[in-house]
């Protein structure tokens, strides 16, 4: 049931976001301020338990501005339940000398430069990597970033995640979770990305490489652990054709097969250890009629656990959908069929159930409109 406070904040954005506020001048680097927002609304289909109807899913209000080489920008959210920080960072742009590369540095809760940018996937229900901390993570920290020419590199060092704690289960972006079974927090990360564009025989290829190296806190003991990942990640777009392909393993080096993690209120657990491959295709229907935009996809993906551990099993994800576009209104109709995976009926990712380890699948509808 959608609480009456969550009606009356949805009410609020459309009204405080309607008008977007804006300064900005034609000038990149004339000082500028821009307000807006969202509002989205979402139907779910469940052949696993209680189907919901139209219900609203979340508010939002964003703010960015700009004064010179200086600039932020900033995100918070409100779903039914609980409200959290999606990213906010302050950041400089850098003068380096080669003409036509771009470089800054940003601080703050910002995304972590890991795999294909700026997701690893199409539909409005992410990858399998979104739950496992792989893709579409904020956490606090400092980025330096460069574009010049087919190149772009990013570098950076994290505190550990946006909050600072893993007790605090109302957040965004998925991250370790501090549970009685499994008492651990993220702590100090350092990540380097590298991508490379090019193009030939009508392609635009992109390719790249990320890798992180980490540690893991245990909240009882104190004791550190480490937690490392790696990514090779490409995209290949020809008209209105895009293929991406990702494959990452990911590492938790605490003594137990399996750690936590939470998001949207809940923890669950998931493989200390596992590679992440992906693969997804899409493509931007040309006779879009009334709407603006048309966009299909299928983006299908897996969790497969290293190491012969019975209490671990694959995990599997496959979302076909589109998305439409009119104005401000962005609509996403989703089937996703998931086997052994969270927030598609299973247990946990790359964790065994017997009694519930077999596939499941559900519609989602979310219409959402942005200002």
Same mark, same amino acid.
């Given at each position: ?10 009410? +609020? ?55 010179? %080489?200086?600039?932020?920008? !900033? ?10 920080? =999606? $990213? #906010? ?25 890991? &795999? ?33 020419? #087919? $190149? ?21 972006? @998925? ?6 079974? !499994? %008492?651990?927090?993220? *702590?100090?990360?350092?990540?380097? *990305?590298?991508? =490379? ?17 980490? *540690?893991?806190?245990? *909240?009882?003991?104190?004791?550190? =652990? ?50 992440? %491959? ?12 009334? @709407? ?14 290293? +190491?012969?551990?019975? &209490? ?60």
């Amino acid at each position: 049931m959608m609480s009456r406070g969550f009606k009356w904040l949805l009410c +609020g954005v459309f009204v405080a976001s309607a008008p977007v506020v804006s300064a900005q001048e034609s000038a990149d680097d004339a000082p500028g301020f821009e307000l807006g927002g969202a509002v989205r609304f979402n139907y779910g289909w469940l052949d696993y338990g209680p189907s919901s109807g139209f219900e609203p899913e979340l508010a939002r209000i964003d703010a960015r501005g700009n004064a010179g %080489p200086a600039f932020f920008s !900033l995100q918070y959210r409100w779903y039914d339940g609980f409200d959290a920080v =999606h $990213h #906010a960072y302050a950041g400089w742009k850098l003068e380096d000398g080669s003409e036509g590369a771009t470089s800054d540095i940003r601080a703050g809760i910002q995304q972590v430069p890991f &795999g294909l940018l700026p997701t690893a996937s199409h539909s409005f229900w992410f990858g399998s990597g979104y739950y496992l901390g792989l893709e579409d993570d904020y956490d606090l920290g400092v980025v330096w970033q460069r574009q010049s020419g #087919a $190149h772009q590199w990013h570098a950076g060092v994290f505190a550990g995640d946006e909050y600072g704690t893993g007790a605090n289960f109302d957040r965004y972006s @998925f991250d370790v979770a501090t549970t009685e079974d !499994l %008492p651990y927090r993220e *702590r100090e990360r350092g990540i380097v *990305r590298y991508e =490379h564009t090019s193009e030939a025989d009508g392609w635009e290829t992109t390719w790249g490489a990320s890798a992180f190296v980490g *540690r893991i806190e245990n *909240r009882i003991d104190g004791d550190k =652990h480490d937690h490392t990942g790696a990514a090779v990640h490409g995209q290949w777009v020809r008209g209105p054709l895009t293929l991406q392909a990702q494959w990452a393993r990911y590492r938790y080096d605490n003594p137990e097969p399996r750690i936590a993690m939470s998001a949207f209120m809940f923890p669950f657990e998931i493989a200390s250890e596992a590679d992440v %491959p992906t693969f997804n295709v899409a493509y931007d229907v040309q006779r879009t009629g009334w @709407f603006d935009s048309i966009t299909c996809y299928n983006n299908a993906s897996a969790t497969l656990p290293v +190491g012969g551990d019975p &209490g671990l099993r694959d995990s599997i994800q496959n979302v076909t959908g589109c998305s439409f576009g009119k104005g401000v209104m962005l609509t996403y109709v989703d089937w996703i069929a998931g086997k052994n995976m969270w927030f598609a009926g299973g247990p946990g990712i790359g964790v065994r159930d017997p009694s519930n380890d077999g596939w499941h699948s559900r519609l989602n509808v979310n219409v959402g409109f942005y200002f």
